[in-house]
């Protein structure tokens, strides 16, 4: 078994290094958000609407991780900023979703806050990355 041998242990967790990121994390909490969305949506929107809001919500968390294995920070930067404009995206499936009132107020509110601070962490990990 690969984890009894530290050596590949401390190998994988420096070579998966975005899954101890707090924007990650807070990324795979916002997926999980969007879920529970679209389980409450009528039938006759989950398909379309909720499909849309879900592939916006992974592309944030598919963007991060796919970029920290990049070997340049020019690399890792174009990945950030593709997963922020993923986070934009997702807010304006879930804006047009309140807008159609197909979504609660509440969780509505819960997946922007969400999405604010992973916009914040983003562009704070943008500025450190400039180039």
Avoid: H
């Avoid at 290094?17 to 990650?24: G, S």
């Avoid at 934009?88 to 997946?111: P, V």
């Avoid at 992973?118 to 562009?123: D, E, K, R, T, V």
């Amino acid at each position: 078994m690969l984890t009894n041998n530290p050596q590949l242990t401390t190998n994988n967790m420096n070579q998966f290094r975005f899954r101890e990121w707090p924007v990650y994390k807070d990324a795979q909490k916002l997926f999980s958000l969007l879920l529970e969305v679209v389980r409450k949506m009528p039938r006759e929107y989950r398909f379309e609407l909720g499909s849309q809001l879900l592939r916006s919500g992974s592309s944030v968390i598919l963007n991060i991780a796919e970029g920290s294995g990049k070997q340049s920070e020019k690399e890792l930067n174009r990945f950030i900023e593709t997963a922020l404009g993923s986070a934009y995206e997702t807010l304006a499936n879930i804006d047009i979703l309140k807008n159609n009132k197909l979504i609660k107020n509440d969780d509505f509110t819960s997946a922007q806050q969400v999405i604010t601070g992973i916009c914040n962490q983003l562009g704070a990990f943008k500025k450190k990355l400039d180039l």
